[in-house]
């Protein structure tokens, strides 16, 4: 008799499929386990590296401390109760010894960034650890894995421009005296051009993603970023500007600051500019750009001459930055205003003659010689309190949201002779023409400066210091490689 070879197979295929169920379940559990893991890491680097950013935009405030930036990362930190808190990560805690303030060498190097918040630091590192369950893979012997995050922040270095920014620079007969401090060492416009020199080299010409930024019209590369424009104190004739960039040993001719200020002269030395570096990665500025050739020249030599020849009076010359800042904004929208001013803050510019209350002759031809008022709006001077004069013009800008940088530059202890009513010094009227105290410098270390003339907020002084600090002022917190040293 044969055998039926065609018998039924039905037990085999329900033990193969019983089999295969098992390992594709458990395949489903480990993934789902392993899934759940990847998205909880996620969302914890993620609010590690908002608080590292939250605290190092806080430790670069005026007064910050450590407790108060401590305070902020723990605000934005996934413990409960805070910013970043996640139903996903209830066990979230801080790591012991963070947050960390760090002085890194490589964020001063790289971006210029001096260590000068709490603990002198210019960076924070945050580490954060959460308990997460586990589900499928509990069948292993674990019930829960830690996570960890760690993330670092440098307090400035990103970009947060564009900028439209007015140099104003004191080319007044005092920028000739010698600076003997061992931080300058040379004529005082020589030490405060290097320090217009290293702003230059810390802006954003054009975007970082270019390697190239192209070609220049009227100053400008097609996509700008940061743009500049130098003007100086007093002013010079519109036909002689050119004189003070074009290196061609002919002098410009200063004029008096005169009410109304002629429409022949100007204080604007070079237009807006973004021609200073070829690109945003660029190590050196271009020597072909006005701006350039006005503060380092193409030899070495700043092609900007300090003729003097009247008092000083520079209410006038911030209402002229501030008005070219606003036609400027209006073409780039999205970008803000800046003015850094380096002066030593004495107005001494005088009237030699009056009539029915006007100044007839001298430095202030036209002025008021009474009301000791300016005003912004018409440009309408006095021939008194000159000192206040130019903080009612730098309020006006700041009003305006203008940010305004007062470097304080040999500023004397006594001075602003126009100005009874009440009395101020020049280093309490740079002090006064910054929006803020945190935009207040003071090289009080120069030769002849008032050596009480000191910025609480910003501690650094020697001029190439404060330029590499503004500058670095000028960007945002960003994060940083947790290795950085």
Known sequence: ???????????????????????????????????????????LNAATQAAALAGAEAMAQAGATSTSTNAVVTTYSSLSGDENYSSFLSGASMMSGYPKLLCLTTVTTVFGIQCYGPSSSNAIQVAQQATVPLYFLRIFGSSSVTLTAKATAAMKGASAGPFNIAIILDTTRSMTDTDTDSNCNSERITCALAGIQILLNSLAPCPSSLSSCGSVTNGNVANSVDRATLLAFPGVTTATAIDDYNCGGTAPTTVAYASPYPNSSTYQIVGFSSDYRTSDTAGSLNTSSKLVKAVEGTTGTPCIQVIGGFGTYYAQVITAAQNYLVAEQASFPNSKNVIIMVSDGDATATCSGSSHNVCTSGDMTGASTTSGVYNPATGATSSIQECHQAITAAQAAAAAGTRIYAVAYGAESAGCPTDTAPAITPCQTMQQIASSSAYFYSDYKATGSDSACVSASQPVTALNQIFQVISGDLTIARLVPNNTT
């Open 1 to 43: 008799m044969k055998r039926n070879s065609q018998r039924p197979r039905r037990g085999q295929t329900l033990v193969f499929m019983a089999l295969t169920m098992t390992v594709l379940f458990g395949l489903t559990g480990l993934i789902f386990d392993y899934g759940m893991i990847y998205h909880d890491q996620d969302v």
